[in-house]
Structure formats: C-alpha cells, structure tokens
C-alpha cells in the first residue's frame, strides 16, 4: 500500500500591483527545496475566514516541475483574483519514499478523492476533471443536507469515519 504525508501549509508569496494582487511563484522553491523534487498531489487553497480549496492537481515527475507551470499558474491567479483578501497556500500530499518505482495509479486515486473532497467543500474548484458531483446521496451521511441525522446515520458515519 502507498503511503502519503501531509507537509504544509506553505505560503506562496504575493505583491499587491497596481491592477490587483499577483502571485510570485518563481521565488516559492527558494523558500522550500525540501519538498521541490518530491512526488504525490497538491493542493492550492485560500485562507481567508477558513481554508478553501481552489484547485488540486498532482505531481508524478516531481512538484517543482508540475506545480507552477503556466496553466496552473493561470488556474490559480484566477482563484487568487476572486478573493480581495486572504492568504494564499499550497499543500502538498507527499508519497512516500520507498524502494521501487512511483505508484502512479495511487497519486491518481488521490487525487481524484481530493478533487471529490474539494468541489464538496468549494463548487467553484478550478479543475476542470473530476468534478462532476455525484447525482445521489445518503440521508444524513453523505451529501444531505436534510433534517438533523439520525441515530442510524451517525452512527453508519462513524463506522466509515465520514465526518
């Protein structure tokens, strides 16, 4: 089994300029070359009353040459732009070092969850696959906005430690 860890968050630095805020992504490797060759997913979010995510994107190569390339640049400026204040960050879900080849697949599977996980939590997300939310739910667990849970749903919840 593949095995990630969290490292972040880490803050992309900025300039305010005079048609708005724009992000200084060539100076972030100099600040952080730990993770730079590292490999997995990473998450561009906004800390701005809270934490949203604004686009998830991963890296098999390594970070340093997938994360700051021209289109995600674009797709983050346009998620820095909707907000008038507030932090940009960027996470990274780092696959372990082991013996043996980069499990491709497994970033992928990551990633695709992260995706799931961020349009749940922000429908504006700046991916453009995986998106698509699902078109059911489960009442009280997943999805439903419904009524306070049931005992039965909170408890299924826990069983499958779905906050």
């Known amino acids: 089994m593949a095995s990630f860890t969290i490292m972040g968050p880490y803050t992309i630095p900025f300039e305010v300029r005079p048609g708005g805020r724009f992000l200084l992504c060539d100076k972030f490797w100099k600040h952080h070359p730990t993770v730079a060759m590292r490999k ?4 561009f979010a906004m800390r701005n009353r809270g934490l949203t995510p604004i686009y998830v994107g991963q890296a098999t190569i390594s970070f340093k040459q997938e994360t700051f390339n021209v289109a995600n640049i674009n797709k983050y400026m ?13 996470y990274f879900v780092v696959h372990d070092v082991s013996t043996g080849p980069t499990n491709k697949k497994q970033i992928t599977e990551v990633e695709n969850f992260l995706i799931q996980a961020g349009v749940a939590r922000n429908p504006d997300l700046q991916n453009a696959k ?9 009442k009280g667990v997943i999805r439903s906005s419904v009524g306070k849970p049931t005992t039965s749903a909170k408890q299924f919840r826990s069983l499958f430690d779905i906050n």
């Open 130 to 138: 995986g998106t698509q939310t699902p078109q059911w739910s489960i």
């Open 78 to 90: 346009s998620g820095f732009l909707d907000y008038g204040r507030g932090t940009p960050l960027m």
């Open 40 to 43: 997995g997913c990473y998450v």
